[in-house]
């Protein structure tokens, strides 16, 4: 089975810029999602094809890819970026998530 | 826009059924070449892929859950359902239904029912 891994837990400064990765292997023959979930919601896509934005999302939400390491990167983190973070891949006909990390604003 | 309704009974005892729907308005779940999901979430954890259907009936399930899960079309209604069986407490979690695509990740989510197993 396929797992993908990620940090519990990343804290940042207000304005400051958060760095989530995401690693697995064949995740670089793979496109990679993201997700925000904060408390009591359903998650919200806000990358998808490693870089790509939904309409809506900020800009300063950026994704990318090296190797078997997908990136989220909040540039100018602000409080309302505060939740769960999860990536996401689907490695043939199965859809598999990350192990979710928690963004903390302070 | 696409919104998707989970509906069902939340509360269920150890080996019976779990039996969810979920809803589409905004869109038809005929057309197009979309996935529809079930995911599912335990408190205070993370997510997990449950299974998916395509338009035309076609579906795949996560291998962790083996034989227990099977997903279907309610195409006149716009509707798809998730039938997981001999539930236990392991099975207690929010489940989600969201569109699922390999292109275009899970969007929309439905909002999300809470199903408990207790005796």
């Known amino acids: 089975s396929y797992e993908l891994t990620q940090p519990p837990s990343v804290s940042v400064s207000p304005g400051q810029t958060a760095i989530i990765s995401c690693s697995g292997d064949k995740l670089g023959e793979n496109y990679a999602c993201w997700y925000q979930q904060k408390p009591g919601q359903s998650p919200v896509l806000v990358i998808y094809?490693?870089?790509k934005r939904p309409s809506g999302i900020p800009d300063r939400f950026s994704g990318s890819s090296s190797g078997n390491t997908a990136t989220l990167t909040i540039r100018g983190a602000q409080s309302m970026d505060e939740g769960d973070y999860y990536c996401q891949a689907w490695f043939g006909s199965t859809g598999v998530f990350g192990s979710g990390t928690r963004v903390t604003v302070l | 826009q696409v919104q998707l309704q989970e509906s069902g009974p939340g509360l269920l005892k150890p080996s019976q059924t779990l039996s969810l729907t979920c809803t589409v308005s905004?869109?038809?779940?005929?057309?197009?070449?979309?996935?529809w999901c079930w995911i599912r979430q335990p408190a205070g954890k993370g997510l997990e892929w449950i299974g998916r259907i395509f338009t035309t009936g076609s579906t795949n399930y996560n291998p962790s859950l083996g034989s227990r899960v099977s997903i279907s079309l309610e195409p006149s209604k716009d509707q798809f359902s998730l039938k997981l069986t001999s539930v236990t407490a392991a099975d207690t979690a929010v489940y989600y239904c969201?569109?699922?695509?390999?292109?275009?990740?899970?969007?929309?989510w439905g909002q999300g029912t809470l199903v408990t197993v207790s005796s």
């Open positions: 969201a569109r699922c695509t390999a292109m275009e990740g899970f969007d929309p």
């Open positions: 905004g869109a038809s779940i005929r057309s197009g070449s979309y996935w």
């Open positions: 094809q490693d870089t």
